[in-house]
Each structure stands twice: as structure tokens, then as C-alpha cells.
């Protein structure tokens, strides 16, 4: 029987009682908060229902029927067949790459003539994914010339979405490597003449799919499933990242389920090259994804779920691809939106913004547009509109994201009036964990060179104790009860917490706000000066046990090894910091944060050979147990451990090259001077290898020439031999030494 026309929500597990309106999809990275909505210069915007209805009658017809297609059902066979195949890729339980590929074959021999139901199937699409994944370029044509003429269908379907997602991330690359070496052909446009198998591109297969999708495009931008294979569709055209960490964000939403194949080839992480006449599809696609909507109809899917991604999007490309003076165009995205020039702080542009700043959804749209704006309108935008607001909204949980955005696009004059407003506000930011705020004004700072002594004394302000500057309140340490009961040091404010802990005496902050605090501490170790040694400072200070539980902890780990590897500590710093640990060196190899931690020293002791080679005898202490334990082993390997052991003068001399000091010497090499091992100073420089063959030599030597006395003795009494007949028996041995014996 046909299925049911259903839509699809992200795959996923919901736990049992769990509520969701499949309808609307989370493609926000933050959700409003309750100060948000209650903002008094926050003004409503249109309703998700408000924005269908303001959305042009006219666009209906372009909406497919409601009647699907129905391509079949598997039969149970078939259907256990795929699920056997899919569990068997998934465990990838191959003996060999040749293994894999005989499996792979006889899957796809299976699934020939059956793609489309395979790809409609709740159970089996999985394993469309990872074939398309794992398929070559002939085979992903093959795939192509299968759902072709179903695109649109299979797009806003909901499993099928997924499989076309994949295709078109697989097959871009293809493009780009067919412009660098076309596919050589036949006299009949063939492959080869030899086989019966026509040769089409991966770039007509793309435009032959832009093709079928000419009309359904205002439709996909808001369809649930379809609007996330429409932005896939639209970076492989601009030729844009499909790897990257903004293409993601753009892409999926949070609670899309990552279906990943060992060996596949995903996205490129870097731009590729695209053929002309996908910049050609790529301008005709955004403007007939926004024909036809004037400025209120536009502004409706800033604030949907759905359509917002897409516009972002569109509004990025337009602006990137096609140059920044296509801003001027009348019928462009951005002049559609933002009409008024210039734009006022009561003209309808300012209000528009105004709305969306305090937006959960709406706010990302804002980002993109403060970003790939030009530079007239966005100075326009600043002085009109953000100026005066800076601090006010870097209050607010949501407005702060849009500040950190306009303080990247600042020059150094604005920057510096924005640093003016916002450095009395950071203790104020800081209780509320607005930390994000205050890091990007610390980043961009430290990169146009403004004086950061007065955001250093703020912070020091606001964690400070009656000790000093308290690190471990910055951090947001959990004070966790020791084996005797005791704490080890004051429990945080409740205000900074959000869930108890099992002992009853304190509460520990959510991770989010750990995480965020601890990458402020990161951004302040990247900025010479005042901050960096604020930080470098208070950890010196702190007691081993707490630098311990520091270095143990998944999220304050990081900040530590930020702070051994920062450029702008001194060398002194970072010896103090790196002795505190002496003691617990291979405790902390075998602890799968601290073993980091470990790594990072080999690089904080740049120019301390001598430490070096302290830290080295800690870990051959402990070398039992450093290879019991996967993270011991990692450490032993990156400290060249076995190096060490077997040679360690070659290791001295390489962790002193290294160290980029040769002024510092190792404890061997003291040792020789002092006289501590037998040669003294003329055995400088000799490895320890060599002076153990000497002293072997010497003392073989000894007990020769003691036997040829008493045979030269015994021989003169009895008129026997000379002594120097057994000589050349000796000089393969230790004749070389005997000079120096005598």
C-alpha cells in the first residue's frame, strides 16, 4: 500500500512522552530569552502563519499536488537485504579496501532499478546515503539519471531529502575535477567506442536538475525539507565551502542526524572551481527565488524558521558573488529589504532592524547583513542605529551576538568609542555570562592595537577576592569535595550555577557557561599585555592541587594548555607554571584531559631544555604504566620517549634545538663538568654509550698489561719469548689505549 503523505522531521530518537510540532524546525543557534521578549525596544514582527498569508497568491501554483508519486514498496526481502547491507557498512567489517568493494558492487546490483524506493524508505534510505557517499563518479551519475525527473518530489520528501542532499555534496567535487581533466570521448561522444555508455557531465546533470526545478523554487525556500537541499544546491553553484563551519550552520540544523560512512568523501572544506554556467544558473535561481515579493513579503521569512536560513543565505551570495555594488539594484534582496537611503533612525529600514535584533531567528539574518554589507550602508547603519545602542544590547542575551558582529566590521576610531561605552559595563556583562561580548571586544582590540589596561582592571574588578584576582571564579572550577571531606576552596555563587551537584555544600555551573568563561580566558591569553598576564599570573600562583583538578577537567584543560603555549607569556612564567606540576607528570599522562596538558609542556618550554629533560625522567618513571594506557602511550610517543631511552644524548640535542637554547645544558652535561662521571671535562661531549666503551677498554687493558708483566717475567727466567710477540694480538683491542693508560 502507498504510504501515508506525511512530513519528515531531522532523523532522530525522541524520548518517550517528548512533544514536538513537526512543523517547525530549529534552525536558530539561540532561542529568546525572557529579558529578550520583554525589551521595550523590541517591536513585534509578523506571526509564522501572518508570513504564509503575506506571501504572494500567486506563488501557490508552483507548489507541487498533493498526490506524490508512488514509486513502490520494497518487499520484505529486499527490505531485510538493504538492512543487513546498511548494518554491514555501518560496522565496516572488511578484511581489505578490495572486500569493501566486492560488497559495495553487489549492493548496487541489488539496488539497480530500485533507487527511488530505496530512497523513500524510512528503514533503507540510511544506506542510499552511504552508497552515494561511497560511490564513484560514474556510479553517482548513475544515481542522478535514476531521481531524475522526480527532483522536485524526492527534495521535499521526507527521507528522500536527505539522499539528494548527499548526492549533490558528493558530486561537486566531480565538477571541479572534470574542468581540470575532461573526460576523454569517442567519435559518437561515448566514453569509449568500445562500450555502449553515453557520457554526460556532472555539470549538465546539475543544470538539467536546476531545470526541473524552474518554478518550485519560491515554494522550496520555506518547505521544510526542501529548503535545506535548495541551500546545498545553492553553494554548489557558487562554487563556496561545503565543509566549513558557517556552510553547516546554513546548511542542517542542530538536530540533523550526521550519517557518516568509513572511506567516504565528503564535502571540500576549501572553494572550488565552478563552470561559468553555473554562475549564470546560480544569479537566475536567486532571482526567481525572490520575483515577485516586494519589501513586506520579503521581510516575512526573516522571522520563519525555515525561510530565514534560505535568505541568509540568498543575501550572502548575491552580495559575494556578484559584487557588493549589486546593492544598488532596485530588485536586489538587500535593497528589498533595506529600501530607505539613507536609513534613519525613524524610517521604516531602522524599525525593520530594530525588530529583528531582539529576534531568535530574525537576528541571524541581521549578522549577514552587517557582515557583507557595503561599506556605505553599513557606516550608515552604525552611526543610525548601533552607536548609541552598543552597550544596551550587549545586555541582552540575543541583541549581543548582533554586537559582536558590528564590532568586527568597526574601524579603529568606532572600535575605540565602542571600547569607551562597553568597558563600564563588564562586570554588569560578566554576571549575567555575556561573555561573549566582552571576548570580541578583547579580540578585536588586541588586532587594531588598542590599550587593553582598562578591560583588564575591569575583569580584575569583578573576580577578585579578598586574595586577588581569583582564576578559578573566572574559569567557573568546581569545588569538589575531597576523599577527607574538605573542599578546596569557597563554593560559587548561585547566580553562576544552574544544577546541583551531589554534594549538597555546593553548586556547579551548566557546562555552556563554563565553556564560554573559559574561552574568554583563552581570548585574554591571545592579547599581549595586561590581560594575558593577568591570567598567567593568577595560575602561577594557585597550588598544585588546584592547578591538578584544573588540568583534569574536559573544559578549564584548554585554557591551560592555552596558557603554555601563549606567544606572549614570558619564559619565566611559564617555567613557574610548568614547575607547579612536577610530581604528578605521569599521573597526568594517564588522564585523558591532563594527558593535553602533558603535550603542551613540550611546547611551553621553549628555551628550558633543562625542564625538558626534568619532565623526561618523570615519564621513564613511569613508563609501566604510560603503556598500560592508550593516552600514556600518545604521550610517550609525542616526548620521543624511546628516543630518550635508547639515545638520550641525541635526544638532549634535539629538545635543545628545539628549545632554540643552547645556553641552557642538561643535567648529563653538568654532570661531565663537575667531574660526577669518570673523563671529566675531557669527556665532554661524549655520549654515554661511548664513555661506558672506555672505561670497558681501559679496564681490559689494565688486566693485559698486569699478564704480559708476569709472562715477561716468567719468560725472561726460562730464556722463553719476547713480550712483544703476544702485542699485535692486543692492538685490534685496546692498543689504542694504552698510550694514555701509561
Known sequence: MPQDNKKRGRRMKRKHGEDE????????????????????????????????????????????????????????????????????????????????????????????????????????????????????????????????????HLISHRFASHCCEALFLRAAPVVAEELRAPAPKGASGKVSDSTDEIYVSMENLFLHTLAELDGSVGYLMTDQFGSHALRVLLLVLSGEPLNSDESKHLLQSKRKEGVTTVGAQLGEEKSRAVPKSFKDALEKLIVESVAGLDTEKLRALSTHPNGNPTLQLLLKLELTQFGKQRAKDETSIIRTLLPDDPITAESGSATFINGLVYDAVGSHLVEQIIQHAPGKMFKNLNKEFFKERTAAMARKEIAGYVVCRVLERMGKEDLYEAHEMLVPAIPALLERNRTIVVRSLIERCGIREIDTQAIAAQLDNAMRDENGFDIKKLLKLDQKSQANGESNGAPHDSAHSSTEDASPHFLRPSEPVKLHFNLLAQAMLRVPGPLCSLILDSLTESDPATLQLMSTDPIICRTIQAALTSKFGSIIMKRKLVQRFYGHIGEMALDKSASHVVDCIWEGTHGLAFIRERIAEELNEDEAQLRQSSHGRAVWRNWKMDLYKRRRAEWIKQSKVKASNDGFQSFAEIDMKTGGREGGAAGAGKTALELARERHAKKKAGQERVAGRTVKQEGSKAGGRDDKERRPDMEGHAASTLPAAA
Open 21 to 152: 510540532d513537526p512543523a517547525v524546525e530549529d534552525s536558530g543557534k539561540r532561542h529568546k530569552s525572557a529579558e529578550d521578549q520583554g525589551d521595550a525596544n523590541h517591536l513585534p514582527l509578523p506571526t509564522q502563519d501572518e508570513a504564509y498569508h503575506l506571501q504572494d497568491d500567486s506563488m501557490d501554483a508552483a507548489y507541487p499536488s498533493n498526490d506524490r508519486p508512488f514509486f513502490g514498496m520494497l518487499d520484505e526481502a529486499e527490505q531485510e537485504y538493504f538492512t543487513k547491507a546498511n548494518e554491514r557498512l555501518v560496522k565496516d567489517d572488511f578484511e581489505d579496501a578490495a572486500d569493501r568493494d566486492r560488497e559495495l558492487q553487489g549492493i548496487l546490483r541489488e539496488a539497480e532499478g530500485k533507487e527511488l524506493k530505496i530512497a523513500q524508505s524510512q528503514s533503507c534510505s540510511r544506506l542510499m546515503e552511504r552508497l552515494i557517499q561511497l560511490a564513484t563518479p560514474s556510479q553517482l551519475r548513475t544515481f542522478f539519471q535514476a531521481f531524475s525527473g522526480n527532483f522536485v
